[in-house]
């Protein structure tokens, strides 16, 4: 047959193709797949990230997968790693996981995303990792918003934010990362960037506590602010918010988030790359 389907899980492939009839097989060129849900994941709560103790090696119990392919349900929690590490005065609000909640407050720019599960944030891999998340809702819209899922019930007791589709934890993701750019820069009297912030917390004590955020006591509190060095991490934050502006151009930050981008990209054009260590 030259159109069939593939059922795997709860992902549905459709292969559509010519094959002719004096040839056993032939592909063509390029191959366009169609990729669509064929079932309604749970309800997409703060409480339930998955956890398996299934090993996804392809086996099979009893005739049947072990496990359930569903690259939808994939996107979806993939982005419980950014709720984990989120920081500021908004954590309790905006995070996804109802074990988390406000930290470092006192920091002279509260906001951003811990590094690597400890307490310490570098602006390079925050700025390449927004431009990223960003550049991938740009780039796959419509993808994106196909993965939505109905709109869940609110767990009983639990006070953080519920959210009715996976675009809309993607854009409170991204804007905890714009919102903190956007404060991690300083200007002078003629209105152009003088300083950004391209490290908070300190590279030792920050780096090696094994805590929650929440009870850390020992924070040091630096801010690492750089005027003639951060080429690099300012046209990373530029990139992350130029997107924030095109990916959401109805929110109320959008044109703030716009002309911060072209600021930042002014300012990378005159200095030089920030090297730490």
Known sequence: SNSYNIKTGSIALQKLWEIPEDEDAALPYEIYLNLYR???????????????DNDPSGSLENG????????????????????????GTDVAENSALAWRTNCHVEDEVPGGYHDAGDHVMFGLPQGYTASMLGWSYYE???????TNDTKPETPTGNTHKMFKSEDEHLKTILKHFY???????????????????????????????????????NRAKEMIWKSSEGSNIAAQYAG??????????????????????????????????????
């Not at 064929?38 to 398996?52: D, E, H, L, R």
């Not at 496990?67 to 709720?83: E, G, I, K, P």
């Not at 930050?253 to 790359?273: C, G, I, M």
């Open 38 to 52: 064929s079932v309604v994941a749970p309800s997409y709560t703060k409480t339930n990230a998955p956890y398996t």
């Open 64 to 87: 049947k997968p072990k496990y359930m392919t569903d690259y939808a349900r994939l996107l979806q929690h993939s982005l419980y790693f950014y709720d984990a590490n989120m920081c």
């Open 140 to 146: 796959f819209f419509k993808e994106n918003v196909l």
């Open 179 to 217: 919102d903190f750019f956007v404060n991690s820069v300083k200007y002078d009297e003629d209105g152009k960037i003088k300083e950004i912030l391209v490290q908070k917390g300190f590279g030792y004590t920050d780096h090696v506590i094994w805590c929650a955020p929440e009870i850390q006591t």
């Open 240 to 277: 992350a918010l130029a997107l924030g502006y095109l990916n959401f151009p109805n929110d109320p930050d959008a044109s703030n988030y716009l002309k911060v981008a072209e600021d930042l990209y002014e300012f990378a054009n005159r200095t030089s790359p920030f090297k730490a260590g």
